[in-house]
């Protein structure tokens, strides 16, 4: 059974950081990529950021790209998202995702496994 925990999500001012974690469990992750989607109220689910098996290739929704960085540690079975700058736009359901299949990465049908997410607010 595998397993994908969301965590560090709350409620921030515009301008702060959070950090946001994903632990799996019930398999490895390291041979495959891993992603960050985000669902605000009302809207579709869209890609954030992703990041390949070994952590050396990474890529950013244009709307994220020099505020978030994506990251990894194999050996924890976690992937994480440091977010800096946070918007009033950036608030959103956060959901992390194995990538299995090949193709693009901000593709979500290339993502079996999903989290349950984890609720980001920023307040303006």
């Known amino acids: 059974q595998v397993q994908l925990v969301e965590s560090g999500g709350g409620l921030v001012q515009a301008g702060g950081s959070l950090r946001l974690s994903c632990t799996g469990s019930?398999?490895?992750?390291?041979?495959?990529?891993m992603g960050w989607f985000r669902q605000a109220l009302g809207k579709e689910r869209e890609f954030v950021a992703a990041?390949?098996?070994?952590?050396?290739?990474?890529y950013y929704a244009d709307s994220v790209k020099g505020r978030f960085t994506i990251s990894r540690d194999n050996a924890q079975n976690t992937v994480y998202l440091q977010m800096n700058s946070l918007k009033p736009e950036d608030t959103a359901v956060y959901y992390c995702?194995?990538?299995?299949?090949?193709?693009?990465?901000?593709?979500?049908?290339?993502?079996?496994?999903w989290g349950q997410g984890t609720q980001v607010t920023v307040s303006s």
């Open positions: 995702a194995v990538r299995v299949y090949s193709g693009s990465y901000s593709n979500q049908n290339n993502y079996p496994y």
């Open positions: 019930g398999r490895t992750f390291s041979g495959y990529g």
């Open positions: 990041i390949s098996w070994a952590g050396g290739t990474t």
